[in-house]
């Protein structure tokens, strides 16, 4: 029997040594699956030509089943060794797989090519300022009321962008979100912008996006989506001037702009503001 649940295709592959991945598009619109042995690259997609959105369309239960059915066709290859005399080691994050900064904390081996370029530090690990307790994020001026007389404590800490730490959390167990900041309204004690609260995760900066037709034949939304890692904060929406409304929680905003550059901007309780630019396509064009 095929797999039905991602954690089950391990087993089912085990016959053969495969590197693979999936994925599923926004919508159900597309379903990838990719697969690569020492002698071959295997890519298949499922999906339909008019590119609507159908709730059948899963990497899981189409591309990935047939991604094995066609390896389990193919004769079998060897695994290449792993070539020790070509790379070197070095020192990375843990949690980022970036190359280990002063500020990372957890750390590893691991191997890159030799003569490859060096790459960059990690840029998520960072020192922040706490109350003793570790509960707030605070700086000298926020010492005050039960903190009084008290100096915050400095942490390393791996911290990623709000619209990174939005879906990485929900697929990652351990996680540890920066404590919520002691004072919220104190525009003195705004972040700067590696570790700021508020962010626009889609559309992306940029993006061209199309409004799709539901499966009903309907046309749809486009789902606004932030990240604001302050839970009371209220966060209000605009498009290109126009009041959307207010949202609490889960920040999401459905809307149906038109064809055409759009400019989103969302601004929270605590004054602090994001903005994006994005362009609605035909789905024909």
């Not at 991945?21 to 042995?37: F, L, P, Q, Y």
């Not at 797989?97 to 590893?108: H, I, M, Q, S, V």
């Not at 707030?136 to 990623?160: C, I």
């Amino acid at each position: 029997a095929r797999p039905a649940e991602e954690s089950q295709w391990k087993t089912y592959a085990n016959s053969k040594k495969i590197a693979w991945k999936t994925g599923t598009s926004s919508g159900n619109r597309d379903a990838w699956a990719i697969g690569v042995t020492a002698k071959y690259t295997v890519g298949v997609w499922v999906g339909n030509g008019e590119g609507n959105g159908n709730k059948e369309i899963k990497s899981n239960t189409t591309s990935a089943p047939l991604l094995f059915d066609l390896f389990n066709s193919l004769p079998n290859s060897s695994w290449p060794a792993f070539p020790y005399d070509e790379l070197e080691e070095v020192t990375v994050c843990k949690n980022s797989g970036y190359l280990a900064g002063p500020n990372c904390e957890d750390t590893k081996i691991s191997y890159r090519p030799k003569n490859s370029p060096l790459g960059s530090c990690c840029p998520y690990c960072h020192i922040v300022t706490l109350t003793p307790d570790l509960k707030f994020s605070a700086g000298v001026r926020d010492m005050v009321g039960k903190y009084a007389g008290q100096m915050p404590v400095a942490k390393k800490w791996f911290v990623l962008p709000p619209s990174v730490e939005y879906w990485y959390t929900k697929h990652t167990l351990g996680y540890r979100e920066i404590p919520p900041e002691l004072s919220p309204e104190d525009p003195s004690n705004a972040r700067d912008s590696a570790l700021r609260s508020l962010s626009i995760v889609f559309p992306e900066r940029g993006a061209n996006i199309v409004i799709p037709v539901e499966i009903d034949g309907k046309k749809g939304a486009a789902v606004m989506l932030v990240a604001e890692r302050n839970k009371e904060c209220t966060v209000y929406w605009d498009i290109d001037g126009d009041y959307l409304g207010s949202t609490t929680g889960t920040h999401q905003m459905a809307c149906t702009p038109t064809t055409g550059k759009h400019v989103l901007t969302v601004w929270d309780s605590a004054g602090r503001r994001d903005s994006i630019s994005f362009t609605v396509v035909d789905s024909g064009d």
